[in-house]
C-alpha cells in the first residue's frame, strides 16, 4: 500500500536502468563478472594480509580493513542489482531499503575515514621511520579502526532516519538502482531544502575534512622526500603512497561529486553510472592497484601460491 511517508510504506520500486532494457541485459553480465572479481580480490588481500608474517605490519592491517569495507560496501547493493537486472520485478520492501540506505551510509563514511587514516599511516611511515613500529602500535591502530567505524555508524544513524521518514505523497519509485540518500530526497513532496543543508554540513565532516587531512599529510611526506638524497630512497618512498593515492583519487572523486550536490541538483542519469562505478569499479580495481604496485603483496602471494604447491607434491 502506498502512504504519505516511510513509515506505512511496504515496499519500494527500484527503477534502475529499467529504461533501457537492452542495456541491462549487457549490464548484469558485465556486473555480475566485476562482483564475482572483486570477492575474488579482496578476499585474496585479507587472506594474504593474515596468513603471511611478512606483511603482519600496520599499513597491511589497515588494507586487510579496507579490503573487508570494499567486500560489505559492495555486497550491500549487487546482488539487490543483480536480481532486479536479471527480471522485471524491480521491488524492495521497506526494510530492505532501510537496510540498504543504512549500510552504504555507514560503509562509505567509514571508508572515508580509514583512507585518512592510511594516510597517517604512511606519513608517520616516512617522516618518521625510526618510530614507525613504536607509534603505530597495536593498540593504537585498534583504536583508530574502531572510531572510523563508531564515527561512519554515527553519521548513518543521523542522516538514514532523517531520509526515510520524509514524506512522499504515495510516491514509492525509487529513480536509481539502490536506495541511495539522493535518490529517496528526490521523492518527497516538501521543500528539501534543510535536509540537503543537513547533508552538505555532513558532507564536509564525512568526506572533506578527512580529504583535507589526506592532504596535509602528503604535503608532510613530500617535504620528507625532497630531503632524502638518493633517487632510489625517494622512489621508494612516493612508491609505497602510489598505490594509497591511486585508491584515494578514484573513491573521492565520485563521492565529493556526488554528494557536494545532494538532491535534485545533480543529473539523475549521471547519478547513476558515477554511484555504479564507486559501487563496484572502485572496490574492483582496489585489490589489483595494491597487488600489481606493491612488491611486498605481490611477494606474500608467490610465498602462500609455493608453499601450497610444495605440500601438495608432499
Not at 207 to 235: N, T
Amino acid at each position: 500500500m502506498d502512504g504519505t511517508n516511510g513509515s506505512t510504506q511496504t515496499h519500494f520500486i527500484l527503477l534502475g536502468f529499467s529504461d533501457r532494457p537492452h542495456l541491462e541485459r549487457i549490464l548484469f553480465v558485465v556486473i555480475l563478472i566485476a562482483y564475482l572479481l572483486t570477492l575474488v580480490g579482496n578476499t585474496t588481500i585479507i587472506l594474504v594480509s593474515r596468513l603471511d608474517p611478512h606483511l603482519h605490519t600496520p599499513m597491511y592491517f589497515f588494507l586487510a580493513h579496507l579490503s573487508f569495507l570494499d567486500l560489505s560496501f559492495t555486497t550491500s547493493s549487487i546482488p539487490q542489482l543483480l536480481y532486479n537486472l536479471n527480471g522485471c520485478d524491480k521491488t524492495i520492501s521497506y526494510m530492505g531499503c532501510a537496510i540498504q540506505l543504512f549500510l552504504f551510509l555507514g560503509l562509505g563514511g567509514v571508508e572515508c575515514l580509514l583512507l585518512a587514516v592510511m594516510a597517517y599511516d604512511r606519513c608517520v611511515a616516512i617522516c618518521k621511520p625510526l618510530h614507525y613500529m613504536v607509534i603505530m602500535n597495536p593498540r593504537l591502530c585498534r583504536g583508530l579502526v574502531s572510531v572510523t567505524w563508531g564515527c561512519g555508524v554515527a553519521n548513518s544513524l543521523a542522516m538514514s532516519p532523517v531520509t526515510l521518514r520524509l514524506p512522499r505523497c504515495g510516491h514509492h519509485e525509487v529513480d536509481h538502482f539502490l536506495c541511495e540518500m539522493p535518490a529517496l530526497i528526490r521523492m518527497a513532496c516538501i521543500s528539501t531544502v534543510a535536509i540537503d543543508g543537513t547533508v552538505f554540513v555532513l558532507a564536509v565532516g564525512v568526506v572533506l575534512s578527512p580529504l583535507v587531512f589526506i592532504l596535509l599529510s602528503y604535503s608532510y611526506i613530500v617535504r620528507a622526500v625532497l630531503q632524502i638524497r638518493s633517487a632510489s630512497g625517494r622512489q621508494k618512498a612516493f612508491g609505497t603512497c602510489g598505490s594509497h593515492l591511486t585508491v584515494v583519487s578514484l573513491f573521492y572523486g565520485n563521492i565529493i561529486y556526488m554528494y557536494m550536490q545532494p538532491g535534485a541538483s545533480s543529473s539523475q542519469d549521471q547519478g547513476k553510472f558515477l554511484t555504479l562505478f564507486y559501487n563496484i569499479v572502485t572496490p574492483l580495481l582496489n585489490p589489483l592497484i595494491y597487488t600489481l604496485r606493491n612488491r611486498e603483496v605481490k611477494g606474500a602471494l608467490g610465498r602462500l601460491l609455493l608453499g601450497k604447491r610444495e605440500l601438495g607434491k608432499e
